[in-house]
């Protein structure tokens, strides 16, 4: 097999060719981290690259199947043993360095692994390295990373998205055959949207955040994202599962997720909220998820309008309460227990120094209006307020999935965007949310797949949201309408 023909495979072909013996980890990986090597600087999706410790692990990993082969065992494998999967950059991996796109942890190596990450090295995967991101996670274009920003593979003059970008364009340049991300308001399932790639946006408390460094404890996800429907679930499903690590996370069992080779979706009714297609969406976007809603039509689902009438407020509702959790989880990077230290005379100017210097803009940004919302004579009036809205807009859920199996929607009101467009009003950058943050806010899991293009050649992406712990019947309806079409198989060029 060609190093092409290894770098189109997906995930679950690769595993089958592994555990068929046609494929060995130490090929794939080697085929993997040449081709990072030869692209990488082009796209900067990676902020570190184990080159070592990846081919040990893959080596480690042809040893399994070979012994396993020798006693003729027929005992199944985890479908990630020898697969090379990349890590964001906000998520602990033992040995290898965790800046969270930020200079105030440089340098700064975790001593373990993140639930997530921990289950992963479980099942045998291979971690190529650590993905870039914005700063802290704060950002929808991968631009407020303090180590510079990473570029789409569709068009390296365009954003991958964000804060997941790294993730998501590894994954769509062929630079890893899956990826984590993590998703607070969107940061998984926008830049799969970007990218062309499909990501998944789990239930709030269905993955353990042990070991994922903190911005919105309340919204925080960690998500998967692959080449297709099947290649996400099977992250999803090695990463999910209580863990008494981390209190938020649910006592519910997994489900098995069987996702069938058929396109039937008769009986399925899938909502359509008409607050998703506002003035000013871009009109290739609004036209590419309607095209994908008439082939849903077709397999036989029933599309359903819904009202969600409080989605208006999710905008400003999120940017009170992400960034009054962020000011209180960032108060622990002080320049004394992580990271590098602006060196004084005074604790106060020790800590004034180092926050000062080494936190980006957009985090300071952040951590100015959290603290100000959380700030006495203001807490009731904004944060307390937000947080009752935060409720209508979970009813709004509710309700409509009385009526309907899932809701679908754009993910973001336009197509990757070029570089510098909305850096000088941050609020511009804000509204690029506003699809993605009401789900965060209500918990809910939710899938992105590619729909199509816009005029640009940029993939457009179509965002699923089911009920919560809903994940099985949302991605058995995203993976039927991919047994239907092909954009999730189409591949950027390569960067040049």
Request: contains cysteine; charged residues 20%.
């Amino acid at each position: 097999m060609g190093v092409d023909d290894l770098l189109q495979l997906t995930l679950a072909d690769a595993a089958a060719a592994l555990e068929a013996g046609r494929l060995s980890s130490l090929e794939l990986t080697t085929a993997y981290l040449e081709r990072i090597e030869k692209h990488d600087p082009a796209l900067h999706a990676y902020l570190y690259v184990d080159r070592e410790g990846a081919l040990e692990r893959a080596a480690a990993a042809d040893t399994r199947y070979r012994e396993s082969h020798q006693r003729g065992s027929k005992q199944p494998k985890t479908p990630l043993l020898g697969i090379p999967i990349a890590v964001k950059d906000v998520l602990c991996v033992a040995g290898m360095p965790c800046t969270c796109g930020s200079r105030i942890l440089e340098g700064f190596i975790p001593p373990y692994h993140a639930t997530s990450v921990a289950r992963l090295w479980e099942a045998g995967a291979v971690i190529l390295g650590k993905t870039n991101t914005d700063e802290f996670a704060m950002g929808s274009s991968t631009e407020n990373s303090a180590y510079g920003a990473t570029r789409n593979p569709w068009n390296i003059d365009r954003v991958p998205g964000g804060s997941s970008g790294g993730s998501a364009a590894a994954v769509a340049g062929r630079l890893a055959l899956a990826a984590l991300g993590t998703d607070t308001g969107g940061s998984v399932r926008q830049p799969a949207a970007f990218c062309g790639v499909t990501g998944i946006k789990p239930t709030y408390g269905r993955v353990s955040r042990y070991g994922l460094v903190a911005y919105g404890s309340s919204l925080d996800v960690v998500g998967a994202l692959g080449r297709d429907v099947r290649d996400s679930a099977l992250l999803f499903g090695a990463i999910a599962g209580n863990d008494p690590r981390d209190s938020t996370t649910a006592e519910a069992a997994v489900p098995e997720i069987l996702l069938e080779d058929s396109p039937e979706l008769a009986g399925v009714t899938v909502g359509v909220p008409d607050e998703y297609f506002i003035e000013g969406i871009q009109p290739e976007v609004e036209a590419r998820v309607r095209e994908a809603l008439e082939t849903m039509e077709q397999l036989g689902a029933a599309v359903e309008r819904v009202r969600m009438p409080h989605t208006e407020y999710a905008v400003p509702v999120y940017y009170i309460i992400a960034p009054a959790e962020a000011s209180a989880n960032l108060a622990r990077y002080d320049g004394v227990r992580y990271g590098p230290r602006v060196a004084a005379e005074e604790m106060w100017e020790v800590l004034r120094g180092t926050r000062g210097e080494k936190f980006g803009p957009e985090v300071k940004r952040r951590i100015m209006l959290g603290t100000y919302a959380l700030s006495a004579g203001y807490f009731d009036a904004y944060y307390g307020q937000a947080q009752k809205v935060r409720t209508l807009i979970r009813q709004d859920f509710e309700q409509a999935f009385e009526q309907v199996d899932v809701i679908a929607a754009p993910v973001a009101p336009t197509t990757a965007f070029g570089f510098g467009e909305h850096t000088e009003d941050p609020l511009s950058m804000y509204l690029e949310d506003v699809f993605s943050l009401p789900a965060n806010l209500a918990g809910v899991p939710g899938v992105t797949v590619p729909v199509g293009f816009d005029a640009a050649g940029l993939p457009v992406g179509m965002q699923l949201m089911g009920p919560p712990f809903g994940e099985a019947s949302l991605l058995r309806v995203a993976h039927a309408y991919q047994t239907v079409t092909d954009w999730h198989r189409r591949s950027p060029p390569d960067p040049v």
